[in-house]
């Protein structure tokens, strides 16, 4: 009712003040005239029809790309010096997508990623992970004494990292309870990691899968933003013929790749060097290769480009090159042993 907009206005400027860093005044201000002007174009008997408003000033544009360029300030790095020249960092407010074929590595790769992220001063990580029960322990504990899977003992897997949260499968199991986790966090996280996203709409039938992913994405691109957290989902690739897993995969070749494109700041796709047994054939079975990339094929805040990666014999750890020469890895301006 128009006579009680005023509540209104007082939630929206505490919740503003909410987050961290609060919302500039002038943003406050235009979500307030935004609404009041939307509720007073629109009848109760309702027109579906979304007002798109007045067209905003060259100024307004620029107080939004200020704000976005603060928000890139305080981005904590991916751990990868190359991949943060690339695209500042995981930027509070982006969604990310990771992608590549099945069995090279993206969860190792994920982990890899909220591991440097949580060594680096006052950042968190909250985890949503679909392995098979409690797995994705053995990935940390891996990365952190750089030992092969067969080698991890009780008390390598025992270690508790207060920087880094869980979900297990077992905890969250429907899209509801996954958004309502997401957006109910009292914690702030600098990276939100879920491993693997098409998880979530696995109970639909296979004519609403992608448009319930794409629903999804929507919802998980607009927490993000609203909340100022950088999220990264891991997203399957369309099957292929074995032959072609020497050749990178595009967006397109993301299962749902329209949504994929339209709704994430970041596209990041991994590739690895592949050995058949019939070279000529690209027949016979086939082997991952130590060595990979990860190719930014989207970005907001950056350039396309790509890196090199290198891949351990059965162990989590991920390098890149001049890491696995040096020994050591950087987390946003400090170094770490990566042996």
């Known amino acids: 009712k128009q006579d009680e907009w005023d509540i209104a206005d007082k939630y929206i400027w505490d919740k503003a003040k909410e987050y961290k860093p609060p919302h500039p005044e002038e943003r406050v201000r235009r979500i307030i005239r935004d609404c009041r002007n939307f509720m007073a174009k629109n009848k109760k008997d309702g027109a579906t029809m979304r007002d798109i408003g007045d067209p905003r000033s060259m100024g307004e544009v620029a107080d939004e790309r200020k704000q976005e360029r603060e928000l890139e300030k305080l981005a904590p790095g991916t751990g990868y010096k190359a991949l943060d ?13 990771l992608t590549a074929e099945t069995n090279t590595g993206k969860t190792a790769l994920a982990c890899n990623f909220a ?27 891996s990365i952190r004494t750089n030992k092969q899977y067969d080698d991890i003992t009780d008390e390598d897997i025992s270690f508790d990292d207060p920087n880094i949260k869980i979900y297990g499968k077992e905890q969250v199991e429907t899209t509801a309870e996954f958004l309502s986790s997401l957006s109910s966090q009292k914690e702030h996280y600098g990276l939100v990691i879920v491993d693997h996203f098409a998880y979530f709409t696995r109970s639909e039938g296979k004519d609403n899968f992608y448009q319930s992913q794409a629903d999804l994405l929507k919802q998980v691109a607009g927490l993000a933003k609203s909340q100022r957290m950088a999220v990264l989902i891991i997203a399957h690739p369309k099957k292929r013929d074995a032959r072609s897993r020497n050749k990178m995969i595009t967006e397109d070749d993301i299962s749902g790749s329209a949504a994929f494109k339209q709704d994430s700041t970041e596209v990041l796709i991994m590739t690895r060097d592949v050995k058949y047994k019939d070279e000529e ?3 016979g079975g086939f082997m991952w290769l130590p060595r990979g990339w990860l190719c930014v094929a989207k970005t907001k805040s950056g350039m396309n480009g790509t890196i090199e990666l290198v891949f351990s014999d059965r162990k989590a750890t991920i390098l890149t090159p001049e890491e696995q020469a040096t020994g050591m890895f950087s987390g946003k301006g400090v170094e770490y042993n990566a042996n």
């Open 85 to 97: 020249e690339l695209i500042k960092g995981f930027v509070p407010g982006h969604l990310y997508t």
């Open 115 to 141: 591991y440097r992220v949580s060594t680096q001063y006052n950042q968190k990580v909250l985890y949503y992970s679909a392995e098979p029960g409690n797995k994705v322990v053995d990935y940390f504990a």
């Open 281 to 283: 054939k690209k027949d």
